[in-house]
Structures are given as structure tokens and as C-alpha cells.
């Protein structure tokens, strides 16, 4: 590549990386790109299944070592039931507490898959064939005791 067409490609990309500040506001998304602490994602998940009781279940599958609830919420036609042949997707993020990018995403595709559905044949279909459980933190206790900028110690670990 020459280093006019070089140029040429990043002129072209500039609107591009501008236009991805207004992304959630054009899609129409409920969740914001930001971090969510425990009590933001509580309420964000009970919020989306308050919107979308149709297609997801929110259910807990315990606690952490520090009594917070492990959240799950299940996307599908049928979220509560175990359809014999239709297969299940289990995604789990925030594993290490000061690792959030992960839970981040799984919000972002929870806001994806139901704000799509009925409006999106390709989601529609997902959401209709499989039932996909997002369990955005796995670690909600070590995300509460890290830190910004900590890449080196074990806390929230």
C-alpha cells in the first residue's frame, strides 16, 4: 500500500471511529459503555427481564463468598424451559474481578438479543432455536475489592 492510499484509508476511517460514540444512542441500547459495579448490574439485569419477560428468565445460581448473588439470565422463546433438542449456550465473564471487559460484552449482547428480537430475522432465529444463559459476573466480589490501573496484584483476583 502506498503511502497516499494509506492516508487515503484513514481519511475514510476517521468518520468511522467517530460514529462509534453514537452507536448505543442510533441502536437504541439500554446499556451504556461504562463499567457496572454490582449493584448497577443487578439492577440492569432485573430491568432487562422486567422489559423482555417473554424471551428471559433471571434466576440466581448462588452466592459469592461474600453474599452477592451469581446472576444468570437466560434468553430464548421458551427461557424457562429445557426443550429437548435445542441446544444451550452458557457464557460466563468476569471470572477474575479486575478482568470486566468480558461482563461488559455479555451486557452488550444481552441489549443485542433482545432488543433485535422481533426486529432482526437473524436474531429472531437465534433467540428462537437455542437458549443462551449469560452469567456476566462470575466474580462479583473480586470485581468489587480491584482497583482501576491494578495489572499487577492478586486483589479482586
Known amino acids: 500500500m502506498t503511502s497516499k492510499s494509506t492516508a487515503n484509508a484513514r481519511l475514510l476511517l476517521l468518520p468511522m471511529v467517530?460514529?462509534?460514540?453514537?452507536?448505543?444512542?442510533?441502536?437504541?441500547?439500554?446499556?451504556?459503555f461504562e463499567y457496572h459495579n454490582y449493584n448497577q448490574l443487578t439492577e440492569l439485569l432485573q430491568e432487562f427481564h422486567q422489559n423482555y419477560s417473554d424471551i428471559t428468565y433471571l434466576y440466581s445460581i448462588g452466592q459469592s463468598v461474600e453474599g452477592?448473588?451469581?446472576?444468570v439470565i437466560a434468553i430464548s422463546d421458551n427461557p424457562t424451559v429445557h426443550e429437548k433438542g435445542e441446544p444451550e449456550v452458557n457464557l460466563v465473564g468476569n471470572i477474575h474481578g479486575n478482568e470486566v471487559v468480558g461482563k461488559e460484552l455479555?451486557?452488550?449482547?444481552?441489549?443485542?438479543?433482545?432488543?433485535?428480537y422481533g426486529?432482526?430475522?437473524t436474531i429472531s432465529s437465534l433467540v428462537n432455536s437455542t437458549r443462551v444463559h449469560l452469567l456476566p459476573s462470575m466474580n462479583?466480589?473480586?470485581?468489587?475489592?480491584?482497583w482501576v490501573g491494578d495489572c499487577h496484584?492478586?486483589?479482586g483476583r
Open 18 to 32: 467517530l460514529w462509534l460514540a453514537w452507536l448505543p444512542d442510533i441502536l437504541g441500547q439500554n446499556v451504556q
Open 140 to 146: 462479583p466480589d473480586g470485581f468489587n475489592n480491584s
Open 119 to 121: 426486529q432482526n430475522g
Open 106 to 116: 455479555l451486557l452488550h449482547l444481552l441489549s443485542h438479543l433482545t432488543g433485535g
Open 153 to 155: 496484584s492478586v486483589w
Open 68 to 71: 452477592r448473588e451469581l446472576w
